[in-house]
């Protein structure tokens, strides 16, 4: 995930607040094995504000654009049967000003390239 938000606006002149990491709010759900020789199912999830009456709360759901299971990115550490491991906690996070993005976005582009497999 590259943070762009320090790059001034053409018009404007200023740069905008650091927004949160998207991958933050996407996670995948190991779902527990049912006997010993079952494979580990994989599912997506993703975190929502749920209304509570008091306030708003943020609760893990399943991921209702993609119900059906998924192959765990070689990043991402394997979660703990069930619980959810946010996307986040395997992507490395660059700031484009801050890291010199200009000149070193294609590194960082072929270390995600290999961290995935390709």
Do not use: C
Request: net charge neutral.
């Amino acid at each position: 995930m590259v943070h762009v938000n320090g790059l001034k606006h053409h018009r404007f002149g200023v740069s905008h607040p650091q927004g949160p990491n998207p991958l933050d709010y996407i996670g995948v759900y190991k779902q527990p094995q049912l006997g010993i020789l079952s494979e580990s199912k994989y599912f997506l999830y993703e975190l929502k504000a749920v209304w509570k009456g008091y306030g708003y709360a943020s609760e893990w759901h399943p991921y209702d654009k993609h119900t059906t299971q998924v192959d765990l990115p070689p990043w991402l550490p394997d979660p703990t049967p069930g619980y959810i491991m946010p996307l986040s906690a395997g992507a490395k996070v660059y700031d484009y000003v801050g890291g010199e993005g200009f000149k070193n976005i294609g590194a960082w582009i072929d270390a995600a390239a290999v961290a995935a497999g390709r």
